[in-house]
């Protein structure tokens, strides 16, 4: 049977919203919580959200900037599944493992499978995250968009973050989600990939790494 690249993903697990009602202090309360232009983020079918990365609470505060309207799956890296408690909670939000630095056709497979079943999957161009630095751009997510077509791009520039870890100042947090410039014909993955990371970082600079006062 041909799955469906359009339709409903599947139902949010208990878990994602485990996650998400955990969260909700920390990202809705303490983070002052600003989103721009969520609906622009489709409710149902195939739909890529690349993301800018400078802090380890990106995800989170993405997802959870999201959450009324979709489930966000996510790529992240491998090592973290190393954590048999980590793994559990991996699992059950519907995460995906990603080798980093190595070509990982598994995960480039099981991220085309979400998207071909309707998901919604976040992804960081850059790779990992900035710590201050200006990175250059991953081809997986031009990969990833040029393996399913027809998926929606959405992006999502988060800002903030880095600020949550420099108690006692609080940080405010935004989350914008916008549709990028659409693409040449021609365009590269690679290509495809940077031109979204410039649009993300002129939206979202990268932040300065590490605790200030």
Not at 55 to 83: E, G, H, M, T, Y
Not at 168 to 183: A, G, M, N
Request: hydrophobic residues 45%; aromatic residues 6%; charged residues 25%.
């Amino acid at each position: 049977m041909k799955r469906d690249r359009t339709g409903d993903a599947a139902p949010i697990p208990p878990m994602y919203r485990a996650v998400m009602t955990a969260a909700g202090p920390i990202v809705r309360w303490w983070g002052r919580l600003e989103v721009v232009g969520l609906d622009l983020l489709p409710p149902q079918g195939a739909t890529i959200v690349p993301a800018n990365h400078d802090s380890v609470w990106d995800p989170f505060v993405i997802a959870f900037a999201a959450r009324r309207r979709r489930q966000i799956r996510a790529l992240a890296k491998a090592s973290l599944w190393k954590n048999p408690l980590l793994r559990r909670v991996l699992d059950g939000m519907g995460q995906i493992p990603v080798r980093r630095g190595q070509a990982d056709t598994d995960a480039l497979d099981a991220a085309v499978e979400c998207l071909a079943t309707g998901g919604c999957l976040g992804i960081f161009p850059e790779g990992t995250r900035s710590q201050g630095r200006q990175l250059r751009a991953r081809s997986g997510t031009g990969r990833l968009a040029q393996a399913v077509p027809e998926a929606r791009i959405v992006c999502a520039a988060v800002s903030g973050t880095v600020d949550i870890a420099r108690f006692p100042r609080r940080p405010r947090l935004k989350v914008t989600f916008f549709e990028p410039t659409p693409s040449d014909a021609a365009e590269s993955a690679l290509e495809l990939s940077t031109r979204l990371t410039a649009e993300l970082r002129a939206i979202a600079p990268v932040a300065p790494a590490g605790r200030q006062p």
